[in-house]
């Protein structure tokens, strides 16, 4: 599979038959521009994960692009396919598992969204959103969220241990001054067997 970051929280999947934008936020640039898009793909409803202004052109340039988003998010958008937990979605030749189901706490005080984790082609990769839900299936390739008012360090390892993918591409790292310091904690506490493996920037990168 090939995987561009684009920043933040936003990942361009390509699997050679089916390609896959999930959550092209505003802390996200780049993804702005991409064209045969089979879908569109949002966790939650938060900005950072959804560009409002953004993503009417997107899905405009993408015309085929099925776009599925979480409960919450769907009042928001037009003609969306709202994933729930345990839905299997088909995206052109790539099978999709929708997990997970509700945002990190971040604080008593404020409310809890929906949040849908993705696991994309039997597990080839997952984006959890802003969750550290752990699901059933085996990982190859691991969105890591490296920084959030949600997560502590040491629980982005702990689930990094629990999930055991053999790739942890860090993800969610805008809230960061110095995202390296968070990867470094990542290397050195990895599990065996896992790469922690930061992507440039807008790069396909084969993973």
């Known amino acids: 599979m090939r995987v561009v970051h684009f920043g933040h929280a936003c990942v361009l999947l390509d699997t050679g ?47 085929r692009a099925q ?26 030749d790539t099978t999709v598992k929708v997990v997970g189901g509700q945002h990190a706490i971040i604080h008593q005080d404020i409310p ?48 990094m241990r629990a999930v055991r993918p053999r790739v942890a591409v860090p993800i969610h790292e805008a809230v960061l001054a110095m995202p390296q310091m968070a990867y470094r904690h990542f290397e050195n506490l990895k599990p065996e067997g896992t790469e922690v493996r930061p992507l440039p920037r807008g790069e396909e990168t084969e993973v």
């Open 17 to 63: 038959t089916t390609r896959i934008l999930i959550d092209p936020g505003s802390f996200s640039a780049g993804f702005e521009d991409l064209t045969d898009l089979d879908a569109v793909m949002i966790t939650h409803q938060h900005a950072d994960h959804v560009d409002a202004e953004k993503l009417p052109a997107l899905l405009q340039a993408n015309p």
């Open 67 to 92: 776009l599925v988003v979480d409960e919450g998010t769907a009042p928001s958008v037009e003609n969306p396919t709202v994933a729930r937990p345990g839905d299997v979605l088909k995206i052109g």
């Open 112 to 159: 809890v969204i929906p949040n849908t984790g993705y696991v994309v082609g039997d597990g080839a990769f997952y984006h959890p959103g802003d969750a550290l839900f752990v699901p059933d299936e085996d990982v190859d390739v691991l969105g890591l969220p490296s920084g959030a008012p949600w997560m502590r360090t040491g629980e982005a390892v702990d689930f």
